[in-house]
């Protein structure tokens, strides 16, 4: 962004601290973007003719009499089709070696869409994991996230989603992603041949954190391009929305706010559901474009009460978590935990009828076995249908519930009953007449 | 009016010079980039006025102009409202163009060209004071009420109304002469400052009339009256929506008002796809003619968000006026006590627990106050009953909003995430959960006109009996099912029979969704027969069985329509499994 003739130079700063410089300046803007020796920074605080700037790469190397040249616009992406296929910088800078983006520029975290322009999401996304399609079905213009800890295997499984999901665009925003991850994404998607739909932005663990602040609003602004302008299905991962919350904290905490829970700034709900409530679906009037969310919040041991969790909780339309079985042996999609609060109004809408009786009937027994289990370890006896539903269990856990299974949503029910078969009676599964006695056979 | 111009700005805190006198809470429009962005004051000190301002303050420059209003953050109330979709300052999001909201943009609340039939109901000569009627129109079926100007002060004589015929809201319909002499021009438009209580009625006496909902968990065990209050905090996933929800479909008002603030915008556009479609049980009309929506979901801007909570309780104060029974729901007051916290953040105020602001508690009192059963001053009674949610941080219930609502709220439905853990739904835990209006007097004698007087005791025997029961499987957990007797096993049974066949219901089976208060009654007796029979079982494997075909066959006959054939008949096997024991 090179400086143009007419612009007014500052150069006499009179604070810096960490992640932020003050000067004194007229005529600035609340947003407004500026560079400081070519680094850029955003307008946070303006009192008078003191205007506080948030250097997004850290202040380290500004000398007082740094350069500033305020820009008169707040962060912005140029959007056209040009994205496509493409890998860009937490400034929507290309870092794939290929030419600039040519395009119509828009400010990047617009306004909201009307709640009344919105239409209720009813069309399935299918991923062929059943501990998703068939317990958490997943649906176009939801936000989710997976709730996982650091190292469980969230990436591959957000990877074989995007790439199993009949979209249009997949757009992915890494947030203090490790180097290594950010290359197990373009590796996977470039060897499915998927490169044309995807586009990326990257904010790596060896770029500043106070950066990865842009990621969710640049991704979503592309999202916007395609879904509004171009009316296509995208789906947009979010990757690691943790260390997104851990850098506003550091902004928060540099700027002298009062921390609420877990040191998190106050306004914590707030700024993760401005990112969040951009899912959505669009009316066919609208062109029936839809943006799909599917995120990633890490957790510290599992602890779902940190503000983090508990935050997005309250906003996504349910989570996802992963667990290791040892029973099988297999990271499956814990099925008590996880929930998809749309699934609703997709199943037996949009699936074979029976589809809402077998998931729960399904599950019932599952945690019949789990009950078993604790049974078993604290030394009491087993009835014969407590060994039985443990039989069932790993079945379950093995040819469903695993994240490796690949199967569409009627081979998933047909594969539950003929599980339910082999281990209950007909009256142990608890399913209507009109279900039994269609898919129960003889 | 004083003008002032922009001096600071922070997020959506702005620092305005002013050349005259303002007042807390005056609104202003600051002028930024053709944007007109609404604005109220929160602070003044010495000639800096801070303003919040209800729109993203990006690109707001140092010296832009602000202009005052001279009023206060203030709504219009006038038929019109019902079905509407508001956002928090009472915006038509229907009239607002375009997918994406734009700052700046206000619209209509009300239908300038609309015609309505006005029927007066005073006569010229009559004397009459503020709030008092004078004429009605109906709209949705409903008769509302056209009343003397609310800021009328003291008695003023009717000089003029026009006759029967079809009016526009700005018309004037009336004339009235002040004790001053001044002519008072009334049209059917009130407006009304959002933050201050209506206080238009006689008296306001401890509420005492039942308030049928349909949900089990809440008419028979916790129920909430006419002009009641209630709070619902829970986990996020234990179905605060579902049970709101089920509640505005289902209660027997005759307005319902939904604050959506600060939630999904999914929730809301839920209510907008289904309430036109459905019915509402009690009148037979659809949903979406009762109800009004003020949706500022959770992306929307977060000054507003505070506002909508006011928008929605100053509407349901202006149909009470009206003698109408209003239901008012807020989803969820954590948000709106979030909004707070970050306004008293940007300005720097010393924080309270959880870097809440210090006046929360006196906040959330003042608002839960202004709900309540009233005599009108011509003797006709209206109400508003208030529920709202809270979303606990954490699911922790000592935090600061679940503490300061629970000294407020008189019923607490607190929801339980083991419970909906283990989807025993609605997740309301029977043991924690209390309606205060059980112990009232009043209630009492209502319960005993509207019921009969055995109904309280019996549901005070159950509740008993639940805490019973938990206590049995604790132990049972701790010495297993061989180390307690048998009748043990028993009691514990009861407590699920009471659990399962009256506290878990199917808010999403067409049937059970529902329950008659008459049904309600009988499945009560039922519960309390089988709960009084002793069995005498010779081993616990035995109660297990029994218990479950039991539970089994109550269940069925939850979900058949009520005095249908197969109703008739699961109760009859349920009467002959029992006959055994007596």
């Known amino acids: ?442 | 009016m004083t003008k002032g111009t922009v001096s600071g700005v922070v997020s959506n805190m702005v620092t305005l010079k002013v050349d005259g006198p303002v007042y807390q809470g005056e609104i202003c429009y600051i002028e930024t980039g053709g944007d007109r962005l609404m604005s109220e004051v929160i602070k003044v000190v010495g000639s800096d006025v801070y303003v919040q301002v209800f729109e993203s303050t990006r690109g707001l420059k140092v010296g832009a102009v602000a202009e005052f209003t001279g009023h206060m953050l203030e709504i219009q109330l006038a038929p019109g409202m019902l079905s509407k979709k508001y956002d928090g300052l009472q915006n038509d999001l229907d009239k607002m163009e375009g997918v994406f909201l734009k700052r700046g943009q206000y619209t209509d609340p009300l239908d300038g060209d609309r015609l309505w039939d006005f029927t007066p109901i005073v006569k010229p000569g009559v004397e009459v004071q503020g709030s008092d009627w004078l004429g009605e129109v109906i709209e949705n079926s409903q008769t509302l009420k056209i009343m003397a100007p609310f800021q009328l002060k003291g008695k003023a004589k009717v000089k003029s109304i026009v006759p029967k015929g079809q009016y526009r809201v700005a018309d004037v319909v009336a004339v009235l002469v002040d004790e001053q002499g001044n002519e008072v021009d009334v049209n059917m438009i009130q407006r009304w400052p959002v933050k201050f209580a209506m206080t238009n009625y006689k008296q306001k006496p401890r509420p005492f009339k039942l308030l049928e909902t349909g949900v089990r968990t809440i008419d028979t065990f916790n129920p909430i009256v006419e002009g009641g209050t209630g709070f619902i905090p829970g986990p996020f996933g234990t179905g605060k929506t579902v049970l709101q929800h089920a509640i505005s479909k289902q209660a027997e008002a005759d307005i319902v008002i939904i604050a959506a603030c600060g939630e999904r915008a999914n929730e809301v556009v839920e209510i907008f796809t289904e309430f036109p479609e459905l019915i509402d049980p009690h009148t037979g009309r659809k949903l979406m003619e009762r109800t009004i929506i003020i949706a500022n979901t959770s992306n929307m801007p977060v000054a507003a968000r505070e506002a909508s909570v006011y928008t929605a309780m100053t509407m349901a104060e202006y149909y009470r006026s009206m003698g109408l029974r209003v239901l008012l729901m807020a989803d969820s007051t954590s948000r709106w006590a979030q909004a707070l916290r970050e306004m008293s953040n940007r300005m720097e105020e010393l924080p309270g627990p959880d870097a809440f602001p210090m006046d929360l508690g006196a906040l959330i009192s003042n608002f839960y106050g202004r709900a309540g059963y009233v005599y009108l001053n011509n003797g006709e009674t209206g109400s508003i009953t208030f529920i709202g949610t809270v979303s606990p941080a954490g699911g922790n219930l000592k935090e600061p909003v679940t503490e300061n609502t629970k000294k407020v709220a008189r019923c607490f439905y607190a929801l339980e995430q083991d419970r909906a853990d283990k989807k025993r739904y609605p997740a309301v835990n029977p043991i924690d959960s209390y309606s205060k209006y059980l112990e009232y007097p009043e209630f009492a004698a209502y319960i005993k006109e509207r019921i009969n007087d055995q109904w309280i005791p019996k549901v005070l025997d159950l509740k008993t009996r639940m805490l019973r029961g938990k206590e049995i499987a604790e132990q049972i957990n701790i010495l297993g099912d061989d180390g307690v007797p048998v009748d043990y096993h028993e009691v514990f049974w009861k407590s699920e029979i009471i659990d399962f066949v009256i506290l878990q219901q199917d808010a999403f089976d067409e049937v059970d969704a529902v329950t008659s208060l008459e049904r309600q009654e009988e499945i009560l007796d039922l519960v309390v027969e089988i709960c009084n029979i002793d069995f005498k079982f010779d081993n616990f494997l035995d109660v297990v069985d029994y218990f479950k075909k039991m539970i089994n066959l109550c269940k069925q006959m939850n979900y058949s329509v009520y005095k249908s054939e197969q109703y008739n008949d699961f109760k009859q096997q349920i009467v002959a499994m029992l006959a055994g024991h007596k």
């Open chain 1, 1 to 442: 962004m090179a400086t143009t003739a007419f612009q007014k130079v500052y150069t006499k700063i009179s604070q810096i601290t960490k992640a932020t410089c003050s000067l004194k300046a007229k005529g600035v803007g609340y947003d407004e973007l500026a560079t400081i020796n070519g680094k850029l920074a955003q307008v946070v605080k303006i009192a008078g003719d003191d205007v506080t700037l948030q250097v997004f790469e850290g202040t380290g190397g500004i000398p007082t009499n740094a350069e500033v040249v305020f820009l008169g616009t707040s962060p912005v992406l140029k959007v056209s089709d040009q994205l496509a296929g493409r890998f860009f910088n937490a400034y929507g800078q290309p870092i794939d070696g290929g030419p600039a983006i040519e395009g119509r520029e828009v400010e990047i975290g617009g306004p909201s869409v009307n709640p009344v322009r919105r239409k209720q999401p009813s069309e399935l996304i299918a991923t062929g994991i059943a501990g998703i399609d068939l317990n958490n079905t997943l649906v176009s213009g939801q936000k989710i996230p997976f709730f996982a800890d650091p190292d469980q295997p969230f990436n591959e499984v957000m990877a074989m989603v995007a790439l199993r999901a009949k979209v249009d665009k997949i757009i992915l925003g890494g947030m203090g992603m490790t180097n290594d991850d950010y290359y197990f994404f373009r590796n996977t998607f470039s060897n499915a041949g998927a490169l044309d739909r995807i586009i990326c932005f990257m904010n790596t663990t060896e770029d500043p954190a106070v950066e990865r602040l842009l990621i969710p609003d640049m991704s979503l602004a592309a999202a916007e391009y395609f879904a509004v302008e171009k009316h296509e299905k995208v789906l947009v991962l979010l990757t690691d929305m943790t260390s997104y919350a851990d850098s506003l904290s550091i902004v928060s905490n540099r700027m002298d706010q009062i921390p609420s829970k877990d040191s998190m700034p106050g306004s914590l709900y707030s700024d993760l559901a401005k990112i969040y409530e951009k899912a959505v679906q669009f009316p066919d009037e609208a062109g029936g474009g839809s943006i799909t969310i599917i995120a990633v919040t890490t957790l510290s041991g599992g602890d779902i009460t940190h503000a983090v969790p508990d935050n997005t909780g309250y906003i996504t339309e349910g989570q996802l978590y992963l667990r290791r079985d040892s029973d099988v042996g297999k990271v499956i999609i814990d099925p008590f935990r996880s929930l998809s609060r749309l699934k609703q109004l997709v199943s037996g809408k949009k699936t074979r009828k029976d589809h809402s009786q077998v998931m729960n009937a399904a599950i019932r027994l599952y945690s019949d076995a789990a009950n078993a289990k604790t049974k078993m370890e604290n030394g009491f006896d087993l009835t014969d249908y407590d060994n039985r539903c443990l039989d069932f269990a790993k079945d379950y856990a093995g040819q469903l519930l695993a994240i490796d299974v690949n199967l569409d949503t009627t081979e998933m029910l047909d594969v539950t009953w003929s599980l339910f078969r082999k281990y209950f009676k007909l009256e142990e599964v608890n399913i209507k007449k009109e279900f039994t006695d269609v898919y129960w056979g003889n």
